[in-house]
């Protein structure tokens, strides 16, 4: 993989901007790492950068974005956002908010099974970089490929970055799941039905279903699902075995953007008229309004029905 050297500015110096400026650092880039609590200005790294990349956690996105746009940058710029979340006030993906406040400027998403502590380790992974620019995703993945991290493209960004944002609520009730002891069918049963799930929102939303069956879809869904490493998985964890919200954020380190995301969700999902049972279940855990066990009872107990929602009739019986 040969490529010219790029200029690579990483906004957000948490757990996953750090490994992506490491990863990037591999292939011989110029990488600076930006963090409001570092010393460097905003205005002073962006200058002549190739490629902005934004890790910020969700609730920073737009702010940080607004004194992007506020400082000088080239009109070849490149935006990639790595962040999972949905803007509560306008349920915005992070790349709406990059595209609406950089609307000339190619915008792409990298969302993949990336547990950033694997990453650090250097252990192989791989991820998908999703734009309508295919050059932009194609510059993207030649800056991040390496022989232990592979890059795919995709044309499907808001499928890609739905992907990995709703898979945060399902990891939410997995950890729930393996918290009360389930078992390994009802895990199985809950992850396949957590994607049906974020399938039928993705679709409302514009996305492509295949897309959710890849690697930022049901890809990161397991990774996330099976691992006491994601924050979503441990959040639910702990509160199958009874701590409350408020006790575990004050632990958890780093962002558990599930939460928040689940919030959204469940707006979008009734403006639209989208069942999402077992995110309804999440989003009333964290709102103290059920117990682990009653969520369970309420998923179990409630109608039976048809597997799938468009199977013709005539192949139901
Ligand atoms: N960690 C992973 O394995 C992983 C993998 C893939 C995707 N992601 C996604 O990447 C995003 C970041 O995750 P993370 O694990 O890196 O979280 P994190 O360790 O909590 O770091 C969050 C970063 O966002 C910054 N930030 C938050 N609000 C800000 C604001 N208003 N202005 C400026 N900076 C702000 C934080 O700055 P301060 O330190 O100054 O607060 C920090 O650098 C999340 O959306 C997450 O879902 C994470
Ligand atoms: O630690 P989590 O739950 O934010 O998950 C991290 C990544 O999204 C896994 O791909």
Known sequence: MSQSVKSVVILGAGAWGTALAKLAAINGNQVHLWSRQGSQSLVSVLENAHIVLSAISMQGVRDVASVVQSSPVSPETIFVTATK???????????????????????????????????????????????KNINAAQSVQLVFSSSRFRVYTNPDPVGVELGGTLKNVIAIAAGVCDGLNLGTNAKAALVTRGLTEIVRIGKNLGAKTETFYGLSGLGDLLATCNSPLSRNYQLGYQLAHGKTLKEILASLPGTAEGVNTCRVLMEIAQQRSIAIPISEQVYQLLEGEVTPQQALDQLMLRDIKPEFDDFPKEQMW
Do not use: D
């Open 85 to 131: 979340g949905l803007e509560p006030k306008t349920t915005y993906t992070p790349s709406q908010i990059w595209q609406e406040i950089f609307p000339n400027h190619p915008v792409v998403v990298l969302s993949g099974p990336n547990l950033s502590q694997e990453i650090v380790r250097e252990l192989p992974a791989a991820t998908v970089v999703a734009s």
